[in-house]
């Protein structure tokens, strides 16, 4: 619907934290926004019923997708990427939720594909991303349920 939108951030809170009731029937919406009715904002701040800082910014450009299927997992996962902007090597590395590397495989091409096997991988969420150059391109969650 129409209003406050987030995206996700796996090492960023981001969303409703608190409302607050106010005076004279209003309420305070704190938290971390990124998006209204759906388009990006600059943040956004409430008072008395007039909102601050609407001001649209251009989409950010699209640094890459990866689709990973099925997710959760069971014996195996499909990596799938799309890399517009690469322009050497990357790599996809995989992590536990305490940073250690399960996996890292690297690669040249912009479209590729990757197949998992997840069978001697215990179950867990891990955590994956394509970094190149030092910058991500892409990254997300995986559940491991077998």
Known sequence: GAGFDTILHINFYSGIMTITQGPNETYYVVGNFDRYNG???QPIVR??????????????????????????????????????LLENEAYLRLTDLNGVIIK???????QG??????????NGTYIFEIV???????????????
Do not use: C
């Open 39 to 41: 388009q990006p904002v």
């Open 47 to 84: 008072l008395h019923n007039e909102y601050y800082g609407l001001e649209e910014q251009e989409p950010a450009p699209t640094l890459g997708e990866l689709m990973v299927y099925p997710n959760p997992a069971g014996n195996h996962a499909s990596f799938e990427w799309e890399l517009p």
């Open 132 to 146: 190149s150059n030092g910058k991500q391109l892409a990254n997300g969650k995986l559940v491991i349920q077998k």
């Open 104 to 110: 890292q495989i690297t690669f040249t091409e912009k």
């Open 113 to 122: 594909q990757w197949l998992w096997d997840t069978r001697k991988v215990k």
